[in-house]
């Protein structure tokens, strides 16, 4: 059974840190492209970053604050989000996909005080 387990969301005030983790299992995790979406309210969700085995992927908005990295013998993808603005508020979704799979972990809840 495919499982995403996020953690590391909270409320933090504009300026700080916050670290996600996403620890996979039921996959082979080398063979994924993963990825961190994140969904406002009252918005669609959107890419905020992703990794492969060679390359990353950032969102326009996160580009020089946030920093995608994968440990495969951890299955395990991180989300280092430094700079933190209000606007970062969001459910942030761990993504794990390849051309045969999609799969989505629960969410875990960002809150960026002003």
């Known amino acids: 059974q495919v499982q995403f387990a996020e953690s590391g969301g909270g409320l933090v005030q504009a300026g700080g840190s916050l670290r996600l983790s996403c620890v996979a299992s039921?996959?082979?995790?080398?063979?994924?492209?993963m990825g961190w979406y994140r969904q406002a309210p009252g918005k669609q969700r959107e890419l905020v970053a992703s990794?492969?085995?060679?390359?990353?992927n950032y969102a326009d908005t996160v580009k020089g604050r946030f920093t995608i990295s994968r440990d495969n013998a951890k299955n395990t993808v991180y989300l280092q989000m430094n700079s933190l603005k209000p606007e970062d508020t969001a459910v942030y979704y761990c993504?794990?996909?390849?051309?045969?799979?999609?799969?989505w972990g629960q969410g875990t809840q960002v809150t960026v005080s002003s």
């Open positions: 993504n794990g996909k390849n051309v045969w799979h999609n799969a």
């Open positions: 039921g996959i082979t995790f080398s063979v994924y492209v």
């Open positions: 990794i492969s085995y060679t390359n990353t």
